[in-house]
């Protein structure tokens, strides 16, 4: 059987400051609640959507 390395593991600490989650600023927060910016962002998208399907039905 191989032997297996195990040193590679006891140098990982599970609750070190670098395994935390980015916390959103207060714009990407106005951003996501943005009833405005959300409705030009789904226009946007659909008219990328748009122009996919006709090129590839053109």
Known sequence: MASVD????KN??????SFETM???????FMRTCILW????F???NI???LVVRKSHG
């Open 23 to 29: 916390v959103p600023t207060p714009f990407v927060k």
């Open 43 to 45: 226009i946007i998208i």
């Open 48 to 50: 990328k959507m748009l």
């Open 12 to 17: 990982i600490k599970a609750y070190e400051p």
């Open 38 to 41: 959300q409705i030009i962002r």
């Open 6 to 9: 195990h040193s590679i593991e």
